[in-house]
């Protein structure tokens, strides 16, 4: 489990007690350093780091890093909100002990993600860690739900001997194929054992669609652990590439045409134990709050995907007719819906059904996207709001008439469209409160002015090597 209370300057009760035993674990080990990682506002993963014998001190009094980084653009360039941006002020970042996990792909190094708080031991609003925990926490409190989630992640491999300003896939056998896991099978296999060993629980890898493309699917836990987690395989599946002379991109795209690297959510919500999304008189098994949490989710699309598809580099990925999921439409098991109703096979729906929201990459922040899909299927929880009809097949195939009547949409194509529909969400904006959510606009804004002028492929490049 997460831990659900927030830091105090000090430390909370046993807190220092159990850094001082871990950190003696650790050394003995031989781990010599712990990274400190958060995930700033353009979906980038900052750090710093410390020695290993200053673990009891950081879980006192924090770590220092300056709020401007809720700024940074993902080529490091700053805008400014109101309150956010200068040089000015320091917040403290505290490890969560119950996330520690030495790496396995980085001999000598643990990890941990922190929550930041200010100078003064408030929560910092621009956390947007501190921002799920506290969605998550009011779900439960306020509406008896609680939630499992899983991100997917894709990633693209070339060798770290090719120039940075262009991609060649070094695995170039058949989508699925047999052959392209042949071609990276020492590579796969390690990944594989320094999951185990980091206590990562992973369900498949697998060759993906585009050459040079892979796919790891790990299980579902808590929100707060789940976006922990997507943090940690991506800091996994680099440092293990890195090991094999390969280079990974986790960008939405690496090439200006094809097929891009999404990040889906799959998630779950659950009340006394029972999964709302089986066992219910709804369609495909669903409760009528699942149906209501998913119209919830598809009423704020084209708002959300400010959040879920974040950089000028998603919306080459956000494609009809490439499963990317598009329209406004939802469907079971139709991978070209946005929203894709899973209900497992029989025997295991009880635990297995879910909802998996296909318009997310991985150059979104996973702690901000998770909080924001649950705050607006909350909201359809709370209003009931009705579920449309379903769709199968490809909504590209409708004429505009019979999108209209079924209410399917086109998600943004762009992101300043993006961002002026969640300029109008008051529901998202409210849920991040006003820091996070200038910050969200702000930094959207800024990397579509950092690529104004520039055509696809040149778009690509610039965020290949960035996520």
Known sequence: MTTLADPVPGGRPGDVERATALGGELAGRGVHGVVLSYVDTAGITRIKTIPVAKLPAAAAWGVGMSPVFDTFLANDAIVATDVLGSPDGDLRLYPDLDQLVALAAQPGWAWAPVDRITQDGERHPGCSRTFLRRITAAAEERHGVAFKAAVEIEWS???????????????????????????????????????AAQGVDVDQVHPEYAAGQFEISVGALDPVAAADRSVLVRQTVRAVARRHALRVSFAPAVRGEGVGNGGHVHLSAWR????????????????ADAEAFTAG??????????????????????????????????????????????TGTRGLRDQAANLEIKPVDLAANPYLTLGCLIAAGLDGMASSTPLPEEITGDPARFDAAEAAKRGVRRLPVGLPEAVAAFREDALLRDALGPVLAD???????????????????????AYRWKY
Do not use: K
């Open 157 to 195: 491999v070339g060798a770290d001997t090719t120039p940075t300003d262009r991609f060649e896939p070094v695995a170039t056998g058949p989508a699925y194929g047999a052959a392209r896991q042949v071609e990276l099978s020492d590579f796969l296999a390690e990944l594989l054992a320094a999951c």
């Open 272 to 287: 006394d134990g029972a999964n709302l999304y089986s066992g219910g008189a709804g369609r495909h098994g669903m409760t």
């Open 297 to 342: 989710v598809l009423a704020r699309l084209p708002a959300l995907t400010a959040v879920t598809a974040p950089s000028p580099a998603s919306y080459l990925r956000l494609r009809p007719s490439q499963w990317a999921g598009v329209f406004t439409a939802w469907g079971l098991e139709t991978r070209e819906a946005a929203l894709r109703v899973v």
């Open 439 to 461: 910050a969200v606009t702000a930094v959207r804004e800024g990397e579509s002015a950092a690529v104004a002028g520039l055509d696809d492929e040149q778009i690509a490049a």
